[in-house]
């Protein structure tokens, strides 16, 4: 298992004597962690891609994580990959937070451990809600939106829009809710051709009922037409009851299971197939009903707390799902288990924070000039390559000043048109994708699974942007002039991209040894295990994205610099070779080899040439300092 590390700065970490390791942490971004262990206890039968409801309150993350959560993501224990997840709400205040989460496998006969990352101040948005949900949902209404339409949270558009005057924000069993009046509130969804079943279905959402009326409609697509057609699930005299009706039907009567009408939360459930219903209330099948249901259509909406106008319901409504698939028994009572008392499903371990002194990020020294290895006065170097979840924001913020134009994919520098980088628009490859609907400031987010992996195509203009976008944040005197052709003043305070002689020293150079190693691990021969190159084997290999997160291969360089062999050709202020009197026509000088050459060509010697508005999938980089980072 590779193992993940726990590196600190303001921004980055910059490298020092070495470098602090230790298991299953995800990135030198990410401050703090915590284990989340699902009870195997609580899981009926091991089951695959299950939307895992993780809610807390801790003061850790009222204090550390983002004010709205953004940074707060999960892993599996000593994995890498990001795991799909939904922040349904989230209060800075208290910490409070209620978060779906998909885990691809839970076992019924050994715990199942999940890393809580958080503490990450720079990265965009992390969460991915569509993807918590598999491809059976076809609807997850959370109702928790205090006001407007409800959100379908597996991104099929079937919102839900709340009508004369339902009661939005009431407290749920997880989050918000929706309170009826028992007269004429319904939640309204448009989209009624999502949910004309015709073999099998199951519905479930938790229920609050109140008063004495006979029938309360929970969720349906019914229409009444003399013997009727559709399917709706309703209480009657406080009981459950499915009904499905066609030119044939089944129905549950509503005569089995307890009477709800408590004034506590229900979780009520039904499978539907077409020979038999089965019903669950808190966990327990109450009732199966055979018989033959040969459906028929209508065109009329999915409503909630309402049937076409009759059978109002009264009380609270909170998390209705509709799935296109028959739901084990297993599955609802695992669903039952996770939300009824989440703090039995999950315990939540205790904070593992980084090297921490006063709750100030420890820096690493600097790179001693003294140490030798041909650059004699001190600097500061990134331990890791920059990450798309750093890259995000500066886009972000460049476009919302304005000092950026997006046009086919491509972002390019405003007025003067220098190509920074490309979005998934350009190259389906590419780890930034850019909604032009979302609200200005939000638009560039990070593909799913991108998140933590150096940013690549980005090309050498794009990187130097960077650094006076991260410079200016952390009240630095930028480097680079674009407006005098990039001309950069390294006496400067800000940061850069670090020369030829600078990256070798750091990539290369034991002082103890006083000799410069073969490879960016500190030693002079190379191990499969130990970098990312062509056919080095690690998990990533044949995938999707062929670069490894920062971090992911213990080996460093002497001074602690991770991934200076391969993973990405990383820029460089140095020019390749003699340079013109045009810029853009000037190569710069890459180095250490990436994921898609052999080992001979991943050295700590391996350069390589760009025109500086190139972007590769190969190319990345890595900023640095002459002045101490604070």
């Excluded at 401050?31 to 195997?40: F, G």
């Excluded at 998909?102 to 890393?115: E, G, W, Y």
């Excluded at 076809?138 to 379908?152: I, T």
């Excluded at 739901?327 to 695992?334: C, P, V």
Aim: glycine share 10%; hydrophobic share 40%.
């Amino acid at each position: 298992m590779k193992k993940r590390i726990w590196v600190w700065a303001s921004l980055v970490v910059f490298a020092a004597a070495a470098a602090p390791c230790g298991a299953a942490h995800i990135s030198s971004n990410w401050h703090y962690m915590k284990t989340a262990t699902i009870a195997a206890s609580q899981v009926e039968a091991d089951l695959t891609d299950f939307p895992v409801l993780i809610s807390l309150t801790d003061s850790d993350l009222a204090a550390k994580a983002q004010a709205d959560g953004d940074d707060i993501v999960f892993t599996l224990d000593g994995e890498v990959a990001i795991l799909d997840s939904e922040i349904e709400r989230y209060d800075n205040g208290t910490g409070a937070l209620q978060a779906w989460v998909r885990v691809p496998a839970l076992s019924s006969t050994a715990d199942t451990v999940l890393n809580m990352h958080y503490g990450n101040p720079y990265c965009g948005s992390m969460a991915n809600a569509a993807g918590v949900w598999d491809d059976h949902h076809v609807m997850v209404l959370h109702l928790n939106e205090a006001s407007g339409n409800h959100a379908d949270a597996t991104g099929n558009g079937n919102t839900g829009a709340p009508q004369n005057g339902v009661a939005q924000g009431s407290t749920g069993k997880v989050a918000g809710a929706d309170e009826f009046d028992c007269v004429d509130d319904v939640v309204q969804v448009a989209t009624e051709g999502n949910f004309d079943f015709t073999q099998q279905f199951t519905l479930s959402a938790w229920v609050r009922p109140e008063g004495t009326a006979t029938y309360n409609a929970i969720v349906g697509k019914y229409g009444y037409n003399g013997t009727g057609t559709g399917w709706d699930l309703i209480l009657t005299n406080g009981r459950a009851r499915m009904a499905v009706r066609g030119t044939s039907q089944i129905d549950t009567g509503g005569s089995a299971g307890p009477d709800l009408r408590n004034g506590n939360w229900h979780f009520v459930a039904a499978t539907v197939t077409t020979s038999q219903i089965s019903l669950y209330v808190d966990g327990v099948n109450v009732q199966n009903v055979t018989g033959a249901w040969v459906p028929a259509t209508n065109d009329l909406p999915v409503t909630i707390g309402n049937r076409s106008g009759s059978l109002p319901f009264d009380g609270g409504i909170d998390e209705v799902r509709v799935s296109d698939n028959v739901r084990s028994a297993d599955w609802l009572n695992t669903y039952y288990n996770n939300q009824n008392s989440p703090a039995t499903f999950i315990s939540i371990g205790a904070e593992q924070p980084g090297p921490l002194s006063d709750g100030a990020p420890v820096m690493p020294d600097a790179i001693p000039g003294a140490d030798g290895g041909g650059v004699t006065y001190d600097f500061w170097i990134a331990l890791a390559e920059t990450e798309v979840s750093q890259y995000v924001p500066f886009l972000n913020a460049a476009e919302t000043a304005s000092a950026i134009a997006i046009a086919d994919g491509e972002v390019r520098k405003a007025t003067t048109n220098e190509l920074y980088c490309v979005t998934t628009a350009a190259n389906p490859d590419a780890s930034v994708a850019y909604d032009a609907q979302a609200n200005l400031g939000e638009r560039f987010s990070a593909v799913s699974g991108h998140q933590t992996h150096p940013m690549t195509f980005v090309s050498w203009f794009g990187a130097a942007a960077f650094c006076n976008w991260r410079s200016t944040v952390d009240s630095r005197t930028a480097v680079y002039d674009p407006a005098n052709g990039w001309a950069a003043t390294l006496t400067n305070t800000g940061y850069r991209l670090p020369q030829e002689a600078e990256w070798y020293k750091a990539a290369a150079w034991d002082s103890t040894a006083e000799v410069f190693r073969t490879y960016g691990t500190g030693s002079d021969t190379l191990a499969a295990a130990d970098a990312n190159y062509l056919n080095s084997g690690d998990e990533f290999e044949a995938g999707a994205i062929r670069t490894c997160p920062g971090g992911y291969h213990d080996k460093t360089s002497p001074y602690g610099l991770f991934a200076a062999s391969g993973n990405v050709w990383e820029w460089c202020h140095s020019f390749y070779d003699a340079q013109s009197s045009d810029e853009d026509v000037n190569a710069h000088a890459t180095r250490g080899g990436s994921w898609g050459n052999l080992a001979e060509d991943v050295k700590t010697t391996s350069r390589c040439g760009f025109k500086p508005g190139q972007v590769l999938n190969s190319v990345g980089f890595r900023i640095m300092t002459t002045t101490a980072p604070q």
